[in-house]
């Protein structure tokens, strides 16, 4: 079945301790994204891979790191976790080219307290 | 920048209702437009891809249009149902997704 994979779905942690939320897909897929979603600010992107080794900046990249060494994975690192990054994390992938259809992770609910 | 507005935020509707979602886009040059649904706290599910090249798609009582000329697209539901409230999002693909907000959808019974 042509999914994506997000670990741990649930995480409450405390502020400063590093933490990685993971994101796979078995779908071969080239682009993969990371998002974050607050009440009354919706969907922003995060960090998108274009492919392996290669990583941009979305909207919102500031206290987040990624890497992408292998084209499945697509990992989200929070080096010192804040209150404000408490969210709904979603993971995301599709083809390249901006013709494919995006496939979404079931999301991610972190608490940083 | 290419940005992505839904219109209405909120819409409540009786039961068996046909109703349509509307979402814009400021930049014509896109490949496709995607329309998902998300229930609360719940991951984003895909109802609907229409490539650039294509004017409408369907799947069962959904039909979704492109008109790229005027940067709009439409999700039409025939015959609501309770079972379809949730939030409705429509998205332009481009390196960075560009989401619109959501309409959030409320069919009484």
């Known amino acids: 079945e042509a999914q994506v994979t997000q670990n741990p779905r649930y995480l409450i942690t405390v502020t400063g301790k590093k933490l990685t939320v993971t994101c796979s897909q078995n779908?071969?897929?080239?682009?993969m994204s990371w998002y974050r979603q607050d009440p009354g600010l919706g969907l922003r992107q995060i960090y998108y891979s274009m492919n392996v080794e290669v990583t941009d900046k979305g909207d919102v990249p500031e206290g987040y790191k990624v890497s992408r060494k292998e084209k499945r994975n697509f990992p989200l690192i929070l080096e010192s976790p804040s209150p404000n990054q408490t969210s709904l994390y979603f993971c995301a992938s599709r083809t390249t080219g901006g013709a494919g259809e995006l496939f979404f992770g079931e999301g991610s609910r972190l608490t940083v307290l | 920048k290419q940005e992505v507005t839904q219109i209405p935020a909120a819409l409540s509707v009786p039961e068996g209702e046909n109703l349509v979602l509307n979402c814009s886009f400021t930049?014509?040059?896109?490949?496709?437009l995607q329309w998902f649904r998300q229930d609360p706290g719940k991951g984003l599910t895909s109802l609907l891809l229409i490539q650039s090249s294509q004017r409408e798609q369907t799947s069962g009582r959904l039909n979704a249009s492109l008109d790229k000329s005027s940067g709009r697209s439409t999700l039409y539901i025939a015959a609501s149902q309770p079972g379809d409230s949730a939030t409705y999002l429509c998205?332009?693909?481009?390196?960075?997704?560009?989401f619109g907000a959501g309409t959030r959808l409320t069919v009484k019974p």
């Open positions: 998205a332009v693909p481009n390196n960075d997704m560009r």
């Open positions: 779908m071969n897929h080239e682009y």
């Open positions: 930049d014509s040059a896109i490949y496709n």
